[in-house]
């Protein structure tokens, strides 16, 4: 479980490097401090994070009370994954940045087997989603000692879940049977998102992000991908996705274009 998450950890800043890599040939030459930062800059990030999924973790239960009868480990509950992602920043004012911008969450908990030569088991809960966010954020004054300078800021705004999809069950091919039982709930979600942090910037077309990011957003119409029917909880609620967590982001911006911000 933990080498297939590092390597999909390993594609996704391969790939955020890829970008940035491009984007280093687009952007335009900086000069010293944080009042000639070019208007316009992307984000490229990174952040662990925390996610909730309450009704994931009770079906991660079930299924594991189940393998036990059949003399399997359990597989772990889900807590954390990171989010890898990219954000457009406009600075509107001197203070104000307008923010947008895209990632992704993947997550999985697996049990893989091979007993014998020629058969196979595997047990597995996974989820994948793609938050959008869209909103602002606010500068304090800089504290600058020569051509560097720190803005602490705080921004909040909007984020909608979309491709949110699980995957949990198991299959099994064995020397006289095989069996594949997997169930794949998908939703979308709006919800909201708060965060804090500290822009670097440097005499340079680059300058960092440091923030701590909460958000809150949850798919709560969450449909089985084959039957589109609604899906519930065993005690009647309606079963909902839920990757509301808090995380640490680190980002490197680089600015492209504009006149500097008054």
């Given amino acids: 479980m933990r080498v297939v998450a590092l390597r999909r950890a390993a594609r996704a800043v391969a790939v955020v490097g890829v970008v940035f890599t491009g984007l280093m040939a687009l952007a335009a030459p900086g000069r010293a401090d944080e009042q000639r930062v070019k208007r316009f800059g992307i984000a490229l990030y990174a952040m662990p994070t925390s996610m909730a999924l309450d009704d994931l973790n009770q079906q991660i239960t079930g299924l594991n009370i189940f393998t036990a009868a059949q003399n399997l480990a359990p597989i772990d509950d ?10 457009g920043r406009y600075s509107i004012t001197r203070h104000w940045t307008a923010v947008a911008g895209f990632g992704t969450i993947k997550a999985n908990s697996t049990l893989d087997l091979l007993p014998q030569v020629g058969q196979h088991i595997l047990v597995q809960a996974s989820i994948k989603t793609v938050p959008l966010n869209l909103g602002a954020a606010y500068y304090f004054n800089p504290k600058t000692s020569g051509d560097f300078s720190l803005r602490p800021y705080l921004g909040a705004g909007m984020v909608r879940l979309v491709e949110t999809k ?5 299959e ?3 020397q006289d049977t095989s069996f594949t ?3 794949r709930p998908q939703g979308e979600g709006v919800g909201w998102y708060g965060e804090g942090g500290v822009h670097f910037m440097f005499p340079s077309r680059y300058s960092i992000i440091l923030n701590g990011m909460y958000r809150h957003a949850k798919a709560t119409q969450v449909f089985e991908e084959n039957t589109l029917q609604r899906l519930y909880n065993i005690d009647g609620t309606p079963y909902t996705i839920d990757p509301s967590g808090f995380g640490i982001r680190l980002a490197v911006q680089i600015s492209l274009f504009g006149k500097p911000a008054q």
Avoid: C
Avoid at 78 to 86: D, L, R, V
């Fill in 181 to 183: 039982s997997f169930a």
């Fill in 78 to 87: 889900i807590h954390w994954s990171a989010q890898f992602g990219m954000e």
């Fill in 172 to 174: 099994a091919v064995l």
């Fill in 166 to 170: 699980v995957k949990i069950g198991g």
